[in-house]
């Protein structure tokens, strides 16, 4: 089993829909969870954290379930722009950020 | 802009031979970290260095190795490539290593081994 796993999407969505993105990570012990967005040929760059209480920023509503390994992330009312990679990240170690673990990514693409 | 440069940012190398990758970390930052992203693959960490000493390494062999050097600049070597070695190679930059401080990455090089 992969450590991290995503939907394996591509995603393909109208404007204006709301899609959901799943994410599984196998070490019970991990520590803090993200969510990145990758536009294609460029850096990965930081979506949002995602809390065990669960976090909204404007339109993107991460969530954790600790219990069952599963990381949500929430898009409503998607964008033209929102088109892109989006990975999963996962800290395995307390106290450092060395070895992210990464998702392969989910592709979304926003139609007009 | 995150303040994380890296250069080259496109270069293409031929099988067997040497290359190294730079890296200027964010103002302040001492701590930077390199992945290593193929296409359609999520980044796989290579390794991080932290304040000049190497502090974790991922599953990749010796003949990558890196420095970094007194202003928390940073380089990348990687001897004898192979064409699997073909990437975007990521330098990521943040203060100390702490669990849940932001990583800033540069734009990246891209690397073709042919």
């Known amino acids: 089993r992969k450590e991290v796993e995503q939907d394996p999407g591509p995603f393909n969505v109208p404007e204006g829909a709301t899609v959901a993105f799943n994410c599984t990570y196998s070490n019970s012990a991990s520590q803090s969870f993200f969510w990145y967005r990758q536009d294609c040929r460029k850096e990965p760059k930081l979506l949002m954290s995602?809390?065990?209480?669960?976090n909204e920023d404007g339109r993107f509503t991460a969530q954790l379930n600790r219990a069952s390994q599963y990381i949500s992330l929430l898009i409503r009312d998607s964008k033209l722009s929102d088109s892109a990679t989006y990975l999963c990240?996962?800290?395995?170690?307390?106290?450092?950020?060395?070895?992210?673990?990464w998702g392969l990514g989910t592709s979304l693409a926003v139609n007009p | 802009e995150t303040g994380v440069t890296q250069s080259p940012t496109h270069l293409i190398k031929t099988r067997g031979q040497q290359v190294t990758l730079r890296c200027s970390s964010q103002s302040g930052h001492n701590t930077v970290s390199w992945y290593q992203q193929a296409l359609g693959q999520g980044p796989q960490f290579i390794f991080q260095y932290y304040r000049e000493e190497e502090n974790g390494r991922g599953n990749f062999p010796p003949r990558f190795s890196g420095l970094q050097f007194p202003n928390y600049s940073s380089e990348l070597n990687v001897n004898a490539l192979e064409l699997d070695d073909s990437a975007l190679y990521l330098c990521a930059s943040s203060l100390g290593g702490a669990s849940g401080n932001t990583i800033y990455f540069g734009e990246g090089s891209w690397l073709t081994v042919v």
């Open positions: 995602v809390y065990s209480s669960g």
């Open positions: 990240v996962v800290n395995p170690h307390a106290g450092n950020n060395r070895k992210l673990i």
